[in-house]
């Protein structure tokens, strides 16, 4: 029997999990196969609807499910937290037992370092994990005039256009209660740019131009005074706010660090195209654990989740591991209340900017509630093999 082990129940890692189950059905039934996802957490979130809490455009119970209710038949769940993996004795010890694999995917995303920015925590807002969500608002709820800092701590971050989202979504939020000119929107961040595509941040520019929306670029953040309501860059400048929403610091999970093959900062290192660990043919990693240079989005997640779980199929079946990724990504990015475009991006092809429209609006707010069962779980894959 060869044993497939899935740590981490992110967007890739069901992804990986439902692809591997439907199309080694068989496999799995008749004993030869057994695939495995470990992940300690009861729910599996739908992240892009966090930012949408936010603006009442999703409530905060649709975005999550419990985890048993996304997976496919022949996926057993393992619910345990992983914490350590041995890629050399290819086992990998959880809290209460120590698992051998054959192949490995690791899934297990981004986490938050709040501590790498003094008072970032107790000073500032923000949109990536549910409570914090319902938190910012019931406080926007409540804001009526003043200053509001949109930024980034640091780079990278997942989803790359959703600093963007929510300035313009707060635009048309204070426009809609008549108070637009009572608040200030400034956008903040740590590069040169409003994006990391120049043609892209020519594009917003253009939009905050448009929208009264101030912009404050290459400013580096360090710390958040939370006395003087100022934050502070890396140069001593500062900037004073009486709301900031920060996307907080990212770094990969505290499991890569344990187990020691991960970067300085805790990402992957894995080959581009086919996604292995580097030095392990037998080990793959997806979605924001990796140290791609591609966005740390759920469409990447899944796009390298098919190609891994290919690749594993391949070699199961006694054949060469062809498929590979080709750094392929998109997002659909809201640009104020009823209107939204699309990005996509690939290794060849540099990020386009769609021109933004009511249709890409709807399709974003479609896909809301289309995403158990068009991604998380696809029921077409149960039927067409």
Same mark, same amino acid.
């Given at each position: 029997?060869k044993?497939?082990?899935?740590v ?7 992804s ?10 068989g ?6 196969v ?7 957490s009861t ?7 966090f930012l ?11 975005? !999550? +499910?419990?985890?048993?209710?996304? &997976?496919?038949d022949g996926v057993? /769940?393992t619910?345990?937290? $992983?914490?350590?993996?041995d ?16 192949y ?8 938050y370092?709040?501590?790498a920015v ?7 807002h ?6 914090s969500?319902?938190?910012?608002k ?9 200053k ?7 780079m990278? !971050? +997942?989803?790359?256009?959703?600093? &963007?989202?929510?300035?313009?979504? /707060?635009?048309?939020?204070f $426009?809609?209660r ?6 200030e ?9 409003a ?6 941040s020519?594009?917003a520019?253009r939009m905050?131009?448009e929208k009264?929306i101030?912009?404050?670029?290459g400013?580096q953040?360090?710390?958040v ?5 100022e934050?502070?860059d890396v140069?001593?400048k ?6 900031a929403?920060?996307?907080p610091?990212?770094r990969?999970?505290?499991l890569?660090?344990n187990?020691?093959?991960g970067?300085?900062?805790?990402w992957?290192?894995?080959d581009?195209l ?10 793959y990693?997806?979605g924001d654990?990796t140290?791609l240079q ?8 899944d796009a ?5 779980s290919?690749r594993?199929?391949q070699s ?18 809201i640009t104020?209340?009823?209107s939204?475009s699309?990005?996509t ?5 540099k ?7 009511y ?5 974003k707010?479609i896909y809301?509630?289309?995403y158990?069962?068009?991604t998380?779980k696809p029921v ?5 093999q």
């Amino acid at each position: 029997m060869k044993t497939i082990a899935i740590v981490g129940g992110g967007s890739g890692g069901v992804s990986a999990a439902n692809h591997l189950a439907y199309k080694l059905k068989g496999e799995i039934k008749e004993g030869k196969v057994k695939l495995l996802l470990i992940e300690g957490s009861t729910r599996h979130y739908y992240q892009p609807g966090f930012l949408e809490i936010v603006f009442d455009l999703m409530t905060p119970q649709s975005t !999550y +499910k419990n985890e048993k209710r996304v &997976l496919a038949d022949g996926v057993t /769940l393992t619910q345990e937290y $992983a914490s350590r993996i041995d890629l050399e004795n290819r086992t990998i010890t959880t809290e209460k037992q120590k698992i051998p694999y054959d192949y490995l995917v690791i899934a297990t995303g981004a986490s938050y370092d709040y501590g790498a920015v003094p008072g970032l925590k107790e000073g500032t807002h923000n949109f990536y994990s549910l409570d914090s969500s319902v938190d910012l608002k019931s406080v926007l709820n409540h804001f009526k005039s003043g200053k509001i800092v949109v930024g980034i701590s640091s780079m990278p !971050y +997942k989803c790359t256009p959703a600093p &963007l989202e929510a300035v313009f979504l /707060l635009n048309d939020y204070f $426009a809609r209660r008549g108070i637009r000119d009572k608040v200030e929107i400034e956008y903040m961040y740590p590069m040169p740019m409003a994006f990391p595509d120049k043609g892209i941040s020519d594009i917003a520019l253009r939009m905050f131009k448009e929208k009264g929306i101030k912009s404050n670029l290459g400013f580096q953040l360090k710390t958040v005074d939370n006395e003087k309501h100022e934050l502070v860059d890396v140069n001593g400048k500062r900037s004073s706010f009486d709301l900031a929403i920060i996307v907080p610091p990212h770094r990969g999970n505290k499991l890569i660090d344990n187990s020691g093959f991960g970067d300085k900062m805790g990402w992957v290192p894995v080959d581009p195209l086919t996604l292995n660990i580097k030095g392990h043919e037998n080990a793959y990693a997806i979605g924001d654990a990796t140290n791609l240079q591609v966005s740390k989005a759920g469409s990447v997640a899944d796009a390298e989740a098919i190609v891994v779980s290919d690749r594993i199929i391949q070699s199961i079946s006694g054949g060469d591991s062809v498929s590979v990724y080709d750094g392929s990504g998109g997002a659909l990015m809201i640009t104020g209340i009823g209107s939204a475009s699309m990005i996509t991006s690939s290794y060849t092809q540099k990020p386009v900017f769609m021109p933004e429209s009511y249709s890409f609006y709807w399709i974003k707010l479609i896909y809301n509630n289309l995403y158990w069962n068009m991604t998380a779980k696809p029921v077409l894959n149960g039927v067409v093999q």
